[in-house]
């Protein structure tokens, strides 16, 4: 599992940086969207770390 955070975390670096969200908070939301309890794809949970990036940003 921590394989996949961390290439989720660096896939996601640049995006994060971008929206000014420090490293920390990108592999927390990561880290909460790997060991939630729904169901989905690898590809799926980027997405949702990205939908939540967004929204803790206020984008």
């Known amino acids: 599992m ?3 955070v961390d290439i989720a975390v660096g896939r996601l670096m640049l995006f994060a940086a971008g929206l000014g969200v420090d490293e920390l908070t ?5 880290l909460t969207v790997w060991t939630d ?7 799926g949970k980027v997405a ?12």
Do not use: D, F, K, W
Request: charged share 35%; aromatic share 0%; glycine share 8%.
């Open 2 to 4: 921590m394989g996949e």
């Open 37 to 43: 309890s729904v169901e989905r794809t690898a590809e």
């Open 48 to 59: 949702e770390v990205r939908r939540r990036l967004m929204q803790s940003a206020g984008a």
């Open 26 to 30: 990108l592999r927390l939301i990561a």
